[in-house]
Nanobody
Framework: QVHLVESGGGLVQSGGSLRLSCAVSGSVYMIYSMSWYRQAPGSQRELVAT???????NYADSNLGRFTISRDKSKNTMYLQMNSLKPEDTAVYYC??????????????WGQGTQVTVSA
C-alpha cells in the first residue's frame, strides 16, 4: 500500500509564508512526477505546481515567482514553499503523485489535503 501524508498548512496573514510537505510511504517502485493541487470552496480543483522525476518544474501562472516546488528523492518527499501569500490562495492543498507502487500499474495517488487559510 501507498500512503501520502501532507503537512504544513495553517493560518497565515496576507504577505506571509508557509511550507507544505508531502511524504510518500509504502511500496513505492517508481515516482514519475509529483504535484500540488488546491481547491477553494465552490471552485474546481486546480493545479498549483508539478515537479518531474528529472527535476523539471511547472507552475500555474498565478503562482509564478511566489511558490517554489521541490523534492527530496531520498525521502520521497515533496515540498511547496509559498511566499507572499494572498487571501485568494486560501484553499485545501492536495498532494498528487504519478507513480507505480510495487506490483501495481502506474496510477495517480492523492493525499488527504491540508488547509491553508490566508487572512487579509
Amino acid at each position: 500500500q501507498v500512503h501520502l501524508v501532507e503537512s504544513g498548512g495553517g493560518l497565515v496573514q496576507s504577505g506571509g509564508s508557509l511550507r507544505l510537505s508531502c511524504a510518500v510511504s509504502g511500496s513505492v517502485y517508481m515516482i514519475y512526477s509529483m504535484s500540488w493541487y488546491r481547491q477553494a470552496p465552490g471552485s474546481q480543483r486546480e493545479l498549483v505546481a508539478t515537479i518531474t522525476s528529472g527535476g523539471s518544474t511547472n507552475y500555474a501562472d498565478s503562482n509564478l515567482g511566489r511558490f517554489t516546488i521541490s523534492r527530496d528523492k531520498s525521502k520521497n518527499t515533496m515540498y511547496l514553499q509559498m511566499n507572499s501569500l494572498k487571501p485568494e490562495d486560501t484553499a485545501v492543498y492536495y498532494c498528487n503523485v504519478d507513480m507505480r507502487a510495487t506490483g501495481q500499474w502506474r496510477d495517480n495517488y492523492w493525499g488527504q489535503g491540508t488547509q491553508v487559510t490566508v487572512s487579509a
